[in-house]
Protein backbone atom coordinates (compact mmCIF):
# COMPACT_ATOMS: atom_id res chain seq x y z
CA UNK A 1 0.00 0.00 0.00
CA UNK A 2 1.70 3.50 -0.88
CA UNK A 3 2.68 5.71 1.75
CA UNK A 4 -0.17 8.39 2.49
CA UNK A 5 0.38 11.66 1.64
CA UNK A 6 0.55 13.98 5.29
CA UNK A 7 0.83 17.22 3.17
CA UNK A 8 -2.56 16.35 2.09
CA UNK A 9 -4.77 17.61 5.35
CA UNK A 10 -6.61 20.04 7.08
CA UNK A 11 -6.78 21.20 10.37
CA UNK A 12 -9.45 19.37 12.95
CA UNK A 13 -12.61 21.56 12.94
CA UNK A 14 -13.34 21.29 16.84
CA UNK A 15 -16.98 22.86 15.71
CA UNK A 16 -18.14 20.31 14.33
CA UNK A 17 -21.22 18.65 15.88
CA UNK A 18 -25.08 16.63 14.99
CA UNK A 19 -27.69 16.20 17.31
CA UNK A 20 -29.14 13.47 14.86
CA UNK A 21 -30.03 10.74 17.52
CA UNK A 22 -27.88 8.06 15.33
CA UNK A 23 -24.68 10.13 15.57
CA UNK A 24 -25.20 9.51 19.55
CA UNK A 25 -25.80 6.39 18.81
CA UNK A 26 -22.96 5.57 16.79
CA UNK A 27 -20.82 7.24 19.49
CA UNK A 28 -22.02 5.55 22.36
CA UNK A 29 -21.27 2.27 20.37
CA UNK A 30 -17.93 3.21 19.36
CA UNK A 31 -16.87 4.16 22.62
CA UNK A 32 -18.70 1.09 24.66
CA UNK A 33 -17.06 -1.03 22.20
CA UNK A 34 -13.32 0.22 21.53
CA UNK A 35 -12.47 2.87 24.19
CA UNK A 36 -11.66 1.08 27.27
CA UNK A 37 -13.33 3.20 30.22
CA UNK A 38 -10.72 4.49 32.62
CA UNK A 39 -11.42 5.19 36.33
CA UNK A 40 -13.61 8.00 37.46
CA UNK A 41 -13.18 9.24 33.74
CA UNK A 42 -16.38 11.98 32.79
CA UNK A 43 -17.71 9.86 30.34
CA UNK A 44 -20.11 12.61 28.97
CA UNK A 45 -17.16 14.71 28.64
CA UNK A 46 -14.97 11.93 26.73
CA UNK A 47 -17.64 11.28 24.74
CA UNK A 48 -18.23 15.19 23.41
CA UNK A 49 -14.45 14.50 22.38
CA UNK A 50 -14.62 11.24 20.32
CA UNK A 51 -18.20 12.76 18.55
CA UNK A 52 -16.47 15.97 17.27
CA UNK A 53 -13.01 14.05 16.08
CA UNK A 54 -15.27 11.23 14.34
CA UNK A 55 -17.72 13.34 12.81
CA UNK A 56 -14.96 15.68 10.90
CA UNK A 57 -12.61 11.89 10.40
CA UNK A 58 -16.53 10.87 8.83
CA UNK A 59 -17.03 14.50 6.75
CA UNK A 60 -13.40 14.25 5.52
CA UNK A 61 -13.70 10.80 4.60
CA UNK A 62 -16.87 12.02 2.49
CA UNK A 63 -15.22 14.61 0.50
CA UNK A 64 -11.35 12.96 0.29
CA UNK A 65 -11.36 9.42 1.09
CA UNK A 66 -7.49 10.51 1.09
CA UNK A 67 -7.77 13.51 3.12
CA UNK A 68 -5.46 13.55 6.49
CA UNK A 69 -6.72 15.58 9.53
CA UNK A 70 -4.37 17.50 11.26
CA UNK A 71 -4.46 17.55 14.91
CA UNK A 72 -2.68 19.64 17.93
CA UNK A 73 -1.07 17.05 20.30
CA UNK A 74 0.61 19.09 22.77
CA UNK A 75 -1.39 20.16 25.99
CA UNK A 76 -0.32 23.55 25.79
CA UNK A 77 -2.48 24.13 22.30
CA UNK A 78 -5.30 23.67 24.22
CA UNK A 79 -4.49 26.11 27.06
CA UNK A 80 -2.89 29.00 24.92
CA UNK A 81 -5.85 29.27 22.87
CA UNK A 82 -4.29 27.60 19.66
CA UNK A 83 -7.41 25.25 19.09
CA UNK A 84 -9.92 26.89 20.41
CA UNK A 85 -10.08 29.68 23.14
CA UNK A 86 -9.28 28.63 26.67
CA UNK A 87 -11.97 27.24 28.71
CA UNK A 88 -15.73 28.27 28.26
CA UNK A 89 -15.63 31.39 25.33
CA UNK A 90 -17.96 32.42 22.66
CA UNK A 91 -14.88 30.84 20.49
CA UNK A 92 -15.24 27.79 21.85
CA UNK A 93 -18.74 26.49 22.39
CA UNK A 94 -18.35 23.22 22.75
CA UNK A 95 -15.43 23.71 25.33
CA UNK A 96 -13.28 21.44 23.32
CA UNK A 97 -10.20 20.77 25.63
CA UNK A 98 -6.87 18.70 26.02
CA UNK A 99 -9.20 15.08 26.10
CA UNK A 100 -8.84 15.59 22.39
CA UNK A 101 -5.35 14.31 22.89
CA UNK A 102 -6.41 11.44 25.09
CA UNK A 103 -9.49 10.53 22.51
CA UNK A 104 -7.11 10.67 19.64
CA UNK A 105 -4.83 8.09 21.33
CA UNK A 106 -7.74 5.73 22.60
CA UNK A 107 -8.68 5.66 19.15
CA UNK A 108 -5.15 4.91 17.82
CA UNK A 109 -4.61 2.04 20.14
CA UNK A 110 -8.54 1.02 19.48
CA UNK A 111 -6.76 0.10 15.51
CA UNK A 112 -9.60 2.90 14.64
CA UNK A 113 -7.62 5.66 12.92
CA UNK A 114 -4.31 5.82 11.46
CA UNK A 115 -1.65 8.28 13.43
CA UNK A 116 1.61 10.01 12.04
CA UNK A 117 2.89 11.71 14.88
CA UNK A 118 3.70 15.37 14.66
CA UNK A 119 7.33 15.66 12.99
CA UNK A 120 10.13 17.90 11.19
CA UNK A 121 11.29 17.81 7.85
CA UNK A 122 14.68 17.85 6.67
CA UNK A 123 14.48 21.80 6.50
CA UNK A 124 13.36 21.87 10.29
CA UNK A 125 9.95 23.09 9.66
CA UNK A 126 7.20 20.63 12.51
CA UNK A 127 4.29 19.58 11.24
CA UNK A 128 1.18 18.51 13.35
CA UNK A 129 0.26 14.96 13.94
CA UNK A 130 -2.04 13.25 11.14
CA UNK A 131 -4.63 11.24 11.68
CA UNK A 132 -7.63 9.50 9.35
CA UNK A 133 -9.99 6.46 9.46
CA UNK A 134 -8.49 2.86 9.07
CA UNK A 135 -11.20 0.30 6.65
CA UNK A 136 -12.17 -0.58 9.98
CA UNK A 137 -13.95 2.75 10.83
CA UNK A 138 -14.63 3.00 6.96
CA UNK A 139 -16.57 0.55 7.41
CA UNK A 140 -18.60 1.51 10.23
CA UNK A 141 -19.16 4.55 8.50
CA UNK A 142 -20.62 3.11 5.83
CA UNK A 143 -22.95 1.80 7.81
CA UNK A 144 -23.81 4.42 10.27
CA UNK A 145 -27.40 5.47 10.30
CA UNK A 146 -26.97 8.77 9.86
CA UNK A 147 -26.33 11.04 6.50
CA UNK A 148 -24.37 13.23 5.33
CA UNK A 149 -26.53 16.23 5.65
CA UNK A 150 -26.90 15.01 9.57
CA UNK A 151 -23.34 16.44 10.18
CA UNK A 152 -23.16 20.34 10.47
CA UNK A 153 -21.90 22.58 13.12
CA UNK A 154 -23.04 23.64 16.77
CA UNK A 155 -26.00 26.11 16.75
CA UNK A 156 -24.04 28.02 19.57
CA UNK A 157 -21.29 28.66 16.42
CA UNK A 158 -20.08 32.08 16.81
CA UNK A 159 -20.34 34.03 13.64
CA UNK A 160 -19.42 37.66 14.85
CA UNK A 161 -15.52 37.32 15.38
CA UNK A 162 -13.86 40.12 17.29
CA UNK A 163 -9.67 39.83 16.65
CA UNK A 164 -7.28 42.28 17.99
CA UNK A 165 -3.87 43.37 16.55
CA UNK A 166 -2.09 40.22 16.41
CA UNK A 167 -5.59 38.33 14.76
CA UNK A 168 -6.29 36.41 17.87
CA UNK A 169 -9.87 36.46 18.75
CA UNK A 170 -10.83 38.08 21.69
CA UNK A 171 -13.55 38.59 24.40
CA UNK A 172 -16.40 41.18 23.84
CA UNK A 173 -19.43 42.58 25.68
CA UNK A 174 -22.71 41.99 23.30
CA UNK A 175 -24.33 45.20 22.62
CA UNK A 176 -27.85 45.40 20.34
CA UNK A 177 -25.71 45.77 17.38
CA UNK A 178 -23.90 42.67 17.94
CA UNK A 179 -26.80 40.92 18.84
CA UNK A 180 -28.45 41.76 15.66
CA UNK A 181 -25.39 41.40 13.38
CA UNK A 182 -25.62 37.63 15.08
CA UNK A 183 -29.35 36.47 14.22
CA UNK A 184 -28.69 38.32 10.57
CA UNK A 185 -26.02 35.86 10.14
CA UNK A 186 -27.71 32.81 11.82
CA UNK A 187 -30.78 33.64 9.43
CA UNK A 188 -28.50 33.62 6.18
CA UNK A 189 -26.12 30.78 7.51
CA UNK A 190 -29.73 28.91 8.00
CA UNK A 191 -30.51 29.98 4.00
CA UNK A 192 -27.37 28.93 2.65
CA UNK A 193 -27.95 25.34 4.94
CA UNK A 194 -31.62 24.90 2.80
CA UNK A 195 -29.70 26.03 -0.40
CA UNK A 196 -28.02 23.51 -2.96
CA UNK A 197 -25.70 25.54 -4.06
CA UNK A 198 -23.29 23.55 -6.86
CA UNK A 199 -21.63 23.41 -9.65
CA UNK A 200 -23.28 20.98 -12.80
CA UNK A 201 -19.85 20.36 -14.33
CA UNK A 202 -18.32 18.50 -11.40
CA UNK A 203 -18.72 14.68 -10.77
CA UNK A 204 -16.37 15.06 -8.15
CA UNK A 205 -16.92 17.78 -5.90
CA UNK A 206 -13.62 19.69 -6.02
CA UNK A 207 -11.60 22.60 -7.85
CA UNK A 208 -7.89 22.45 -8.41
CA UNK A 209 -6.51 26.17 -7.87
CA UNK A 210 -4.64 28.27 -10.33
CA UNK A 211 -0.89 27.63 -10.29
CA UNK A 212 -0.24 30.70 -8.01
CA UNK A 213 -1.55 28.77 -5.15
CA UNK A 214 0.45 25.80 -5.60
CA UNK A 215 3.63 27.50 -4.72
CA UNK A 216 2.89 28.48 -1.77
CA UNK A 217 2.01 24.67 -0.43
CA UNK A 218 5.51 23.30 -1.64
CA UNK A 219 4.32 23.28 -5.39
CA UNK A 220 1.38 20.40 -4.31
CA UNK A 221 -2.08 20.85 -6.07
CA UNK A 222 -4.42 22.81 -3.86
CA UNK A 223 -7.95 21.95 -3.87
CA UNK A 224 -11.67 24.05 -3.13
CA UNK A 225 -14.26 21.00 -2.11
CA UNK A 226 -17.34 22.03 -3.29
CA UNK A 227 -19.10 20.93 0.05
CA UNK A 228 -22.44 21.37 1.87
CA UNK A 229 -19.82 21.73 4.71
CA UNK A 230 -18.40 24.56 3.68
CA UNK A 231 -21.12 27.28 3.27
CA UNK A 232 -20.84 28.18 7.08
CA UNK A 233 -20.15 32.45 6.93
CA UNK A 234 -18.89 34.50 9.41
CA UNK A 235 -17.74 37.93 10.03
CA UNK A 236 -14.54 39.27 10.78
CA UNK A 237 -13.67 42.29 13.09
CA UNK A 238 -10.28 43.27 13.51
CA UNK A 239 -7.72 45.75 16.16
CA UNK A 240 -10.52 45.27 18.82
CA UNK A 241 -12.82 47.20 17.00
CA UNK A 242 -16.07 46.51 15.35
CA UNK A 243 -14.75 49.96 13.17
CA UNK A 244 -12.55 47.56 11.38
CA UNK A 245 -12.95 44.84 9.04
CA UNK A 246 -15.87 43.39 9.48
CA UNK A 247 -16.36 41.60 6.27
CA UNK A 248 -18.27 38.38 5.49
CA UNK A 249 -16.16 35.38 5.58
CA UNK A 250 -16.84 31.78 4.46
CA UNK A 251 -17.99 29.58 1.77
CA UNK A 252 -16.36 27.29 -0.87
CA UNK A 253 -17.29 29.90 -3.50
CA UNK A 254 -15.15 32.71 -2.31
CA UNK A 255 -11.77 30.73 -2.81
CA UNK A 256 -12.30 29.85 -6.39
CA UNK A 257 -12.05 32.09 -9.91
CA UNK A 258 -14.78 33.84 -11.56
CA UNK A 259 -14.65 30.83 -14.43
CA UNK A 260 -15.40 28.53 -11.75
CA UNK A 261 -17.89 30.80 -10.39
CA UNK A 262 -19.87 31.54 -13.44
CA UNK A 263 -20.74 27.91 -13.48
CA UNK A 264 -22.45 28.26 -9.69
CA UNK A 265 -25.85 27.33 -9.75
CA UNK A 266 -28.92 27.75 -6.90
CA UNK A 267 -30.83 24.91 -6.71
CA UNK A 268 -30.31 23.88 -9.94
CA UNK A 269 -30.80 27.55 -11.31
CA UNK A 270 -28.29 29.62 -12.90
CA UNK A 271 -26.50 32.40 -11.29
CA UNK A 272 -25.50 35.76 -11.95
CA UNK A 273 -22.52 38.09 -10.50
CA UNK A 274 -22.63 41.63 -10.21
CA UNK A 275 -20.01 43.43 -8.46
CA UNK A 276 -19.02 47.14 -7.88
CA UNK A 277 -16.51 48.94 -9.94
CA UNK A 278 -13.74 49.95 -8.16
CA UNK A 279 -15.29 49.82 -4.78
CA UNK A 280 -12.89 50.27 -2.56
CA UNK A 281 -11.32 53.24 -4.62
CA UNK A 282 -14.89 54.96 -4.57
CA UNK A 283 -15.17 54.40 -1.18
CA UNK A 284 -11.83 56.31 -0.26
CA UNK A 285 -13.51 59.64 -2.38
CA UNK A 286 -16.92 58.76 -0.03
CA UNK A 287 -14.86 59.15 2.29
CA UNK A 288 -13.03 62.64 1.66
CA UNK A 289 -16.61 63.64 0.65
CA UNK A 290 -16.15 63.58 -2.98
CA UNK A 291 -18.42 61.16 -5.02
CA UNK A 292 -16.21 59.84 -7.51
CA UNK A 293 -18.63 58.48 -10.74
CA UNK A 294 -20.22 61.96 -10.40
CA UNK A 295 -16.81 63.99 -10.83
CA UNK A 296 -14.98 62.04 -13.16
CA UNK A 297 -16.01 59.06 -15.80
CA UNK A 298 -12.42 57.11 -15.74
CA UNK A 299 -11.74 53.42 -14.61
CA UNK A 300 -8.92 54.65 -11.53
CA UNK A 301 -7.11 51.42 -11.98
CA UNK A 302 -5.75 52.80 -15.73
CA UNK A 303 -2.66 53.89 -15.13
CA UNK A 304 0.36 53.68 -17.07
CA UNK A 305 3.20 51.35 -15.68
CA UNK A 306 7.17 50.89 -16.35
CA UNK A 307 7.64 48.55 -18.72
CA UNK A 308 4.07 47.24 -18.99
CA UNK A 309 2.98 47.59 -23.09
CA UNK A 310 -0.09 44.91 -21.82
CA UNK A 311 -2.95 47.29 -21.48
CA UNK A 312 -4.79 44.90 -19.02
CA UNK A 313 -1.76 43.78 -17.47
CA UNK A 314 -0.75 46.99 -16.65
CA UNK A 315 -4.70 47.78 -15.25
CA UNK A 316 -4.52 44.40 -12.81
CA UNK A 317 -0.59 45.31 -11.69
CA UNK A 318 -2.33 48.97 -10.35
CA UNK A 319 -5.46 47.50 -9.16
CA UNK A 320 -2.99 45.26 -7.01
CA UNK A 321 -0.52 47.55 -5.92
CA UNK A 322 -3.23 50.48 -4.64
CA UNK A 323 -5.89 48.38 -3.10
CA UNK A 324 -2.74 46.84 -0.92
CA UNK A 325 -1.37 50.30 -0.60
CA UNK A 326 -4.67 51.45 1.17
CA UNK A 327 -3.73 48.47 3.97
CA UNK A 328 0.13 49.13 4.01
CA UNK A 329 1.32 51.11 7.34
CA UNK A 330 4.35 51.79 4.77
CA UNK A 331 5.81 52.02 2.14
CA UNK A 332 8.12 48.72 2.45
CA UNK A 333 5.73 46.54 4.04
CA UNK A 334 3.88 47.67 0.97
CA UNK A 335 6.46 46.48 -1.80
CA UNK A 336 7.03 43.20 -0.13
CA UNK A 337 3.37 42.61 0.40
CA UNK A 338 2.57 43.11 -3.70
CA UNK A 339 5.86 41.08 -4.76
CA UNK A 340 4.22 38.12 -2.87
CA UNK A 341 1.16 38.32 -3.64
CA UNK A 342 1.94 38.83 -7.62
CA UNK A 343 1.12 36.45 -9.63
CA UNK A 344 4.25 36.32 -11.77
CA UNK A 345 2.94 33.40 -13.97
CA UNK A 346 0.57 35.33 -15.69
CA UNK A 347 2.37 38.91 -15.18
CA UNK A 348 6.10 37.86 -15.55
CA UNK A 349 8.05 41.39 -14.98
CA UNK A 350 9.83 42.62 -12.65
CA UNK A 351 9.26 44.92 -9.56
CA UNK A 352 12.03 46.43 -7.53
CA UNK A 353 11.62 49.48 -5.33
CA UNK A 354 12.50 52.10 -7.81
CA UNK A 355 9.37 50.85 -10.30
CA UNK A 356 6.72 50.81 -7.58
CA UNK A 357 7.91 53.63 -6.13
CA UNK A 358 7.30 55.63 -9.60
CA UNK A 359 3.92 54.32 -10.00
CA UNK A 360 2.99 54.49 -6.42
CA UNK A 361 3.90 58.36 -7.12
CA UNK A 362 1.84 57.83 -10.39
CA UNK A 363 -1.37 56.68 -8.50
CA UNK A 364 -0.97 59.43 -5.97
CA UNK A 365 -0.64 62.22 -8.77
CA UNK A 366 -4.02 61.05 -10.47
CA UNK A 367 -5.59 60.85 -7.13
CA UNK A 368 -4.34 63.37 -4.87
CA UNK A 369 -7.59 63.78 -2.96
CA UNK A 370 -7.04 60.19 -1.22
CA UNK A 371 -3.13 60.61 -1.61
CA UNK A 372 -3.20 60.83 2.12
CA UNK A 373 -4.78 57.32 2.64
CA UNK A 374 -2.18 55.31 0.42
CA UNK A 375 0.25 53.21 3.40
CA UNK A 376 -2.09 54.65 6.32
CA UNK A 377 -3.45 51.01 7.34
CA UNK A 378 -7.02 52.88 6.31
CA UNK A 379 -7.94 49.57 4.42
CA UNK A 380 -9.67 48.09 7.47
CA UNK A 381 -11.57 51.05 7.85
CA UNK A 382 -12.59 50.83 3.88
CA UNK A 383 -13.65 47.10 4.87
CA UNK A 384 -15.79 47.86 7.42
CA UNK A 385 -17.78 50.46 4.79
CA UNK A 386 -18.14 47.41 2.28
CA UNK A 387 -19.33 45.49 5.09
CA UNK A 388 -22.19 47.39 6.07
CA UNK A 389 -23.09 47.69 2.50
CA UNK A 390 -23.13 43.78 2.35
CA UNK A 391 -25.29 43.66 5.50
CA UNK A 392 -27.56 46.01 3.85
CA UNK A 393 -28.01 44.07 0.71
CA UNK A 394 -28.07 40.65 2.50
CA UNK A 395 -30.51 41.61 4.85
CA UNK A 396 -33.10 42.61 1.95
CA UNK A 397 -32.51 39.18 0.13
CA UNK A 398 -32.76 37.12 2.97
CA UNK A 399 -35.90 38.90 4.15
CA UNK A 400 -37.88 37.30 0.87
CA UNK A 401 -35.43 34.20 1.63
CA UNK A 402 -33.87 34.44 -1.62
CA UNK A 403 -30.52 32.82 -1.39
CA UNK A 404 -27.46 35.07 -1.84
CA UNK A 405 -23.44 34.87 -1.96
CA UNK A 406 -21.05 37.25 -1.45
CA UNK A 407 -17.85 38.11 -2.47
CA UNK A 408 -16.84 41.03 -0.35
CA UNK A 409 -17.60 43.56 -3.14
CA UNK A 410 -19.70 41.10 -6.01
CA UNK A 411 -22.78 39.24 -5.37
CA UNK A 412 -24.49 36.06 -6.61
CA UNK A 413 -28.01 35.69 -7.13
CA UNK A 414 -29.89 32.85 -8.95
CA UNK A 415 -30.83 34.60 -12.36
CA UNK A 416 -34.15 36.35 -12.45
CA UNK A 417 -32.88 38.09 -9.02
CA UNK A 418 -30.24 40.18 -10.60
CA UNK A 419 -32.27 43.52 -11.32
CA UNK A 420 -33.62 42.95 -7.61
CA UNK A 421 -29.46 42.95 -6.64
CA UNK A 422 -28.32 45.92 -8.81
CA UNK A 423 -31.15 48.36 -6.83
CA UNK A 424 -30.84 46.57 -3.89
CA UNK A 425 -26.91 47.68 -4.08
CA UNK A 426 -27.12 50.84 -5.25
CA UNK A 427 -29.47 51.51 -2.00
CA UNK A 428 -26.99 50.30 0.14
CA UNK A 429 -24.61 52.61 -1.38
CA UNK A 430 -26.41 55.54 -0.64
CA UNK A 431 -27.70 54.58 2.50
CA UNK A 432 -23.92 53.75 3.58
CA UNK A 433 -22.24 56.30 2.52
CA UNK A 434 -24.62 59.11 1.33
CA UNK A 435 -23.35 59.23 -2.21
CA UNK A 436 -25.29 58.29 -5.24
CA UNK A 437 -23.07 57.01 -8.39
CA UNK A 438 -21.71 53.54 -8.65
CA UNK A 439 -21.11 51.57 -11.75
CA UNK A 440 -21.62 47.92 -11.23
CA UNK A 441 -20.44 45.27 -13.64
CA UNK A 442 -22.59 41.99 -15.03
CA UNK A 443 -20.45 38.53 -15.13
CA UNK A 444 -21.22 36.86 -18.65
CA UNK A 445 -24.07 34.63 -17.88
CA UNK A 446 -27.33 35.18 -19.84
CA UNK A 447 -29.76 37.41 -17.50
CA UNK A 448 -33.72 37.39 -17.72
CA UNK A 449 -33.40 40.44 -19.32
CA UNK A 450 -31.38 39.34 -22.19
CA UNK A 451 -33.02 35.78 -22.20
CA UNK A 452 -36.64 37.43 -22.75
CA UNK A 453 -35.25 39.66 -25.41
CA UNK A 454 -33.67 36.23 -27.52
CA UNK A 455 -37.63 35.39 -27.32
CA UNK A 456 -38.41 37.79 -29.78
CA UNK A 457 -35.47 36.91 -32.07
CA UNK A 458 -35.77 33.24 -32.04
CA UNK A 459 -38.03 31.30 -30.45
CA UNK A 460 -36.58 27.65 -30.09
CA UNK A 461 -33.21 29.03 -28.98
CA UNK A 462 -35.15 31.18 -26.28
CA UNK A 463 -36.79 27.68 -25.35
CA UNK A 464 -33.27 25.90 -25.25
CA UNK A 465 -31.68 29.07 -23.33
CA UNK A 466 -34.76 28.88 -20.74
CA UNK A 467 -34.26 24.90 -20.17
CA UNK A 468 -30.28 25.43 -19.73
CA UNK A 469 -30.94 28.17 -16.91
CA UNK A 470 -33.50 26.22 -15.22
CA UNK A 471 -32.93 22.47 -15.71
CA UNK A 472 -28.97 22.50 -17.00
CA UNK A 473 -27.13 20.08 -20.07
CA UNK A 474 -26.09 17.43 -19.23
CA UNK A 475 -25.06 17.81 -15.76
CA UNK A 476 -22.68 14.86 -14.64
CA UNK A 477 -23.90 11.96 -12.28
CA UNK A 478 -22.16 12.88 -9.00
CA UNK A 479 -23.58 16.46 -8.71
CA UNK A 480 -27.40 14.72 -9.61
CA UNK A 481 -26.64 12.55 -6.87
CA UNK A 482 -25.49 15.68 -4.73
CA UNK A 483 -28.53 17.37 -5.59
CA UNK A 484 -31.14 14.41 -4.86
CA UNK A 485 -29.59 13.82 -1.46
CA UNK A 486 -30.14 17.80 -0.78
CA UNK A 487 -33.76 17.49 -2.40
CA UNK A 488 -34.14 14.23 0.08
CA UNK A 489 -32.99 15.74 3.47
CA UNK A 490 -34.50 19.71 2.52
CA UNK A 491 -37.38 18.88 0.06
CA UNK A 492 -37.65 21.09 -3.59
CA UNK A 493 -37.60 24.87 -2.74
CA UNK A 494 -40.97 26.61 -2.92
CA UNK A 495 -39.56 28.95 -5.46
CA UNK A 496 -38.99 26.22 -7.60
CA UNK A 497 -42.41 23.75 -7.29
CA UNK A 498 -44.29 26.90 -7.29
Given amino acids: MPERDYAHSRILDVHRWSD?????????????????????????????????????????????????IAVHMAP????????????KSRYNELNIKVSTIEIVHRLDRAGLIGLKLGWRDEHGRSFLTRIWPTDRLVQMFRKAAFGYLDVGYSDERETII??????????????????????????????????FIDIQLLDKPRIE??????????????FVNVSHHDKFVRRIFNNSSFADGGRFYGGWWQRIDGEHRKNIRMDNITTVEIDFSALHVILAYAEAGIDYWERMDKDPYVLPVPDVTNEEHARDIVKLLFLMAFNASDEQALFRAFRSELDY???????????????????????????????????????????????????????????????HDSFIVPVGSEERL?????????????????KVKYNQNLTRKSLYALMAQDRSVFQQMFWFMSRGDRPEAGYQQRRQRHIEQYGIPRRMSE
Avoid at 51 to 68: F, G, I, R, S, T
Avoid at 76 to 87: L, P
Avoid at 209 to 222: F, I, S, Y
Avoid at 393 to 403: E, G, K, L, M, W
Fill in 76 to 87: AAYSNGIVSSKG
Fill in 162 to 195: LRDENKKAIEYEDRPRTKRMRQLMTQYNELLERT
Fill in 422 to 438: NEVMRDAFNQVTGKDHI
Fill in 345 to 407: TKYPYSFPDKTLLELLATIKERHPDIAHLICSGAGLRLMNIDARICEYVITDFVSTATPILTI
Fill in 20 to 68: HPESNQFVDEIYDSFLTQQESENISIKKKHLKVVLLDLYVAWLHDPELC
Fill in 209 to 222: LPEKKKRRKDDRPV
